[in-house]
């Protein structure tokens, strides 16, 4: 990876970026006069914006949480509501971490407008067919945690 950049208002112009500040403000933040059009060719530079997805991306390595991390959690929860005595607080990290590994799925009804049956009278069968076998596919599959 290329490492912070040799000159210290570009460095900061894309670490402003990085963080999420629009182009003008990053570009002021950096120190220099704002100006729409020289924030916008100066992110387009190779090396701000090779720089600005290096530190975009370390923040998302810093921010990932793996389904393992949160069962280790609540195994220490569970660990923890046993020691002060707490079956109701030990039977919810197991319920938690069951859910978690995708043991236990959520179940949720679907409905058609103002809480009415789906309508599927003017599909042809084929379609139907297809619809419900995508549903099902979809809640069979395990779900993956988002950050």
């Given at each position: 990876?290329?490492?912070?950049?040799?000159?210290?208002?570009?460095?900061?112009?894309?670490?402003?970026?990085?963080?999420?500040?629009?182009q003008?403000?990053?570009?002021?933040?950096?120190g220099?006069?704002?100006?729409?059009?020289?924030?916008?060719?100066?992110?387009?530079?190779?090396?701000?914006?090779?720089?600005?997805?290096?530190?975009?991306?370390?923040?998302?390595?810093?921010?990932?949480?793996?389904v393992?991390?949160?069962?280790?959690?609540?195994?220490?929860d569970?660990?923890?509501?046993?020691?002060?005595?707490?079956?109701?607080?030990?039977v919810?990290?197991?319920?938690g971490?069951a859910?978690?590994?995708?043991?236990?799925?959520?179940?949720?009804?679907?409905?058609?407008?103002?809480?009415?049956?789906?309508?599927?009278?003017?599909?042809?069968?084929?379609?139907?067919?297809?619809?419900?076998?995508a549903?099902?596919?979809?809640?069979?599959?395990?779900?993956?945690?988002?950050?």
């Amino acid at each position: 990876m290329p490492g912070p950049l040799k000159n210290a208002r570009q460095e900061r112009f894309a670490q402003e970026l990085a963080k999420g500040r629009s182009q003008v403000d990053a570009y002021q933040a950096a120190g220099y006069k704002p100006d729409r059009g020289a924030a916008t060719r100066l992110s387009a530079n190779v090396s701000v914006a090779a720089r600005v997805e290096e530190l975009k991306g370390r923040a998302a390595d810093k921010a990932a949480i793996t389904v393992a991390d949160i069962a280790r959690q609540l195994d220490d929860d569970r660990a923890f509501a046993k020691a002060c005595n707490s079956p109701a607080a030990m039977v919810s990290a197991t319920l938690g971490k069951a859910k978690v590994l995708g043991l236990i799925k959520e179940r949720h009804e679907h409905t058609g407008k103002d809480g009415a049956p789906i309508e599927y009278r003017n599909l042809p069968e084929e379609e139907i067919d297809a619809r419900l076998a995508a549903l099902a596919a979809k809640n069979a599959e395990p779900r993956k945690l988002a950050n």
